[in-house]
């Protein structure tokens, strides 16, 4: 999606844009490597992770069951971990919730926090992450805790950064994504519940929020998804996937301007 302009082109499909030797089932996230060459899909129907190279289109298997490791069994959202050549993936499969890494070479998994790792809290159904490479910190939305829990990606150990019993501000309801805002020292999140988009502090959890019906203006978002923010882009980047369009909200009024649709 050209953001200038707003004009879509096809990067990748089962149609014959690009070669493969793995087709697109039910495709739920994409990251970006650090250089901008290859997208990382998960791919619910598969329980797999597709590697696609951006210049062509072609795509193949980096990862899925048949590799060494814990099994995905619904992977949901997928972050690049550069600095240590992995991908770490939310696996929202009820009753096995968990974080898993892949090497980016070899497609090995190893978990990073699961049933057998400590903490307070257990994940449900985790659906969006944010890497603090500063920190080592993974920050994690649970859509059904309605919480955003902090992992320590050296150990697995989690907590709760902010819920209805931690951090101040409107409680969250059917959180959907998050981006890290260091900048401002605060967290982005999207929730449809709330039609909204927040933002949450990295040091206290207090929520406040930064678009809604009732706050900045332009066309209300319906079913905020996904959620994307690049330091000195000026706005957020949001998906709403009830109206087939993409916002940018401006963080400073909360105007919101459709982008693409």
């Keep these: 999606v050209n953001l200038n302009t707003g004009t879509r082109t096809i990067l990748s499909d089962n149609n014959g844009t690009g070669t493969y030797d793995a087709t697109f089932g039910s495709p739920r996230s994409i990251a970006i490597n650090s250089n901008g060459t290859f997208g990382y899909v998960c791919d619910s129907t598969g329980d797999k992770i597709i590697k696609v190279e951006l210049a062509t289109g072609n795509r193949t298997t980096l990862s899925d069951n048949t590799y060494s490791g814990p099994d995905i069994n619904y992977p949901n959202h997928v972050e690049v971990d550069d600095s240590n050549n992995r991908l770490i993936v939310a696996d929202s499969q009820s009753g096995s919730a968990q974080i898993i890494g892949v090497n980016i070479t070899t497609g090995k998994k190893t978990a990073i926090s699961d049933s057998s ?31 955003v829990v902090k992992v320590d990606l050296s150990t697995g150990y989690r907590t709760i950064h902010s819920d209805i019993n931690n951090g101040s501000g409107p409680d969250l309801m059917y959180p959907g994504d ?38 900045g203006y332009g066309n209300y978002l319906r079913k905020a998804n996904g959620i994307a923010y690049q330091e000195g882009l000026g706005y957020a980047l949001i998906t709403d996937s009830s109206q087939d369009a993409i916002f940018g909200i401006e963080l400073t009024t909360g105007e919101r301007i459709i982008l693409s649709k």
């Design 178 to 215: 998050i981006s890290l805002d260091l900048k401002n020292n605060r967290l982005l999140i999207t929730d449809s519940g709330l039609a909204s988009v927040l933002g949450i502090n990295l040091t206290s959890g207090n929520r406040v929020i930064i678009s809604s019906p009732q706050v």
């Design 117 to 147: 790792s400590s903490g307070t809290v257990s994940f449900v159904r985790p659906v969006g992450m944010a890497i603090h490479e500063t920190t080592g910190n993974l920050y994690v939305v649970d859509e059904s805790l309605a919480a």
